[in-house]
């Protein structure tokens, strides 16, 4: 039986990634979204300076770029103030949910 990822995960817990075989999700209160979501700005952020500064990874560091960006903007997009449900899989496609 495959696990439908598109709904919280009921075994998913607040302040730790829960182990799938299809990759990791996680509960994350308010605050801890709004962490979540600052960090993948500064890494979209850095991502994108290391694309300038160094023209042959400039693909690479521009697909990081793009990816955290969304990820961050679907963080905050989310969160109603109750926190969001994160669920990423091996392939790096994420579910983001409003708790």
Known sequence: MVPDISTP???AVYNQWT????????KFTNT???ELAGQ????AIGAGAASAIFPPIAALGGL????YALLANRINANNQGNGV???ITWAAVFNIEPL
């Open 32 to 34: 801890q979204a709004k």
């Open 9 to 11: 995960a009921l075994n």
């Open 40 to 43: 993948c700005d500064l890494i």
């Open 85 to 87: 449900y994160v669920a």
């Open 64 to 67: 990081s770029a793009a990816y």
């Open 19 to 26: 182990y799938h075989w299809w990759g990791y999700d996680r």
